[in-house]
């Protein structure tokens, strides 16, 4: 479907992803101690550890080069003897939350994230693994993913993680073009992605998944178009088809190129419907902001059935109220409030060695931020919204009656339905009930990527 270019000259404005509501910049800092937070944490965990069990999202920020394109928070260095000491904080982090449990946790999502977590050694990886396994039950749903760079992901890291319970694994491709590549700072040849995502298939992996980024310097229609039919050739199960965030306020790698090398807003755009195009005419299903699955992955499932979820993990396939998040700048959500870790890994680890939590960023849900977070939830995941479920004011509803008018929400008696083509401004239909971004000051920098 062609998007009018007046929609996307409208609606490529900075809106958050909504991971969370509010979103970080927006967090109001009203958490003030590690033992104010583990209350929440311990709530949390009473009201719904052995009925869903809870999920777990392990920071590894270790890289060995910068992607220039990159805004997580990644620690750059070969320095593998930082491996061990990494792993101990992280562990010993974990006991603190389990000081806090009443019983043993049940996990029912385990993803380690970056960085790179194949940084790590596989022996490394077992450590840190085990040791958190070894204290918990796994939940009868239990699913266990990490990603991999594919240059260095190798089949002991497979072997060994598999051995452990994975079975998902998430490849970050980005693009295949050399020259994008190379300016992006992330050259690997299509023999690794091919390589690295064999070896998963032959160990027993049921789901891979791949992230691509459209939007990158020097991209085009026709290099999009390659990039994804190779992509599909492989059938991972799930595809990510990122917009690249251009935040160089943030991210001093993206100033090795400047604006003038990105593609303007209506080639961005197209770079999207032509690799969309292609993923559904292969047979793959738009699931939400980015993401597309095969019929038979988990996630599509969880799609048809309305019980995908979204959280700081992006999406997911079950809902927990518990995401405990370990590591630098690992961002946790207890359901009733939010916590961030310190970033800097050398004050997380000092932090942690004094026994406490690394607070650096909270955040306390008002009765207020819970019925819009769950009206956000719905139509991030579901494609559709309640009134009973939101409190709409005149400006709101006279935005939506517009996006109706524009074909982007179908209105109903109890709510809205998001139409075909306002799957594409999932996050500006969001940002429709944000009341905390509409009333943050304006005299701030820019704080949100574009929605485009």
Known sequence: MQIPS?????????????????????????????????????????????????????????????????????????????????????????????????????????????????????????????????????????????????????????????????????????????????????????????????????????????????????????????????????????????????VPWKRPGQRAYTESDLPADGLKRDLYEAGKELLLGSGYTDVGMDHFALPGDALHTAFHRKTMHRNFMGYTEASTRLLVGLGASAISDAHYGYFQNRKKVEEYQATIQKGELPLLKSHRLSKEDLQIRAALLDIACKGECQWNSVVTDPSSLQTLNVMAEEGLIELKDNGFQVTVLGMAFLRNICSVFDRRMKSSPKTQGPVFSKAI
């Open 6 to 246: 007046s929609l996307i000259e409208k609606y490529n404005v900075p809106v958050p992803r909504y991971t969370s509501y509010p979103t970080l910049p927006l967090w109001e800092d009203n958490i003030y101690s590690s033992s104010q937070w583990l209350q929440i944490v311990k709530q949390t965990f009473d009201e719904s550890n052995e009925k869903e069990g809870i999920s777990l999202y392990i920071h590894l920020p270790y890289c060995e080069s910068l992607c220039t394109y990159c805004a997580c928070n990644t620690r750059i260095t070969k320095n593998h003897k930082v491996e061990l000491p990494y792993i101990e904080s992280v562990l010993q982090e974990w006991d603190m939350y389990l000081s806090a449990f009443k019983g043993t946790p049940v996990i029912r999502e385990l993803h380690l994230g970056g960085g790179t977590p194949t940084f790590f050694s596989a022996g490394s990886l077992a450590k840190l693994v085990k040791g958190i396994l070894g204290s918990a039950r796994r939940h009868p749903s239990f699913a266990f993913s990490f990603e991999g760079h594919p240059n260095n992901t190798r089949y002991d890291h497979l072997k060994t993680l598999y051995e452990l319970g994975a079975t998902r694994v998430s490849y970050g491709v980005q693009d295949l073009d050399m020259k994008v590549q190379t300016v992006i700072n992330r050259v690997q040849p299509y023999e690794n992605v091919l390589r690295a995502t064999q070896d998963a298939r032959s160990i027993g992996y049921s789901s891979v998944n791949f992230d691509l980024v459209y939007g990158l310097p020097f991209q085009s229609v026709a290099g999009v178009k390659d990039m994804v039919q190779r992509v599909i050739s492989l059938r991972p199960e799930r595809i990510a088809f990122y917009s690249y965030a251009h």
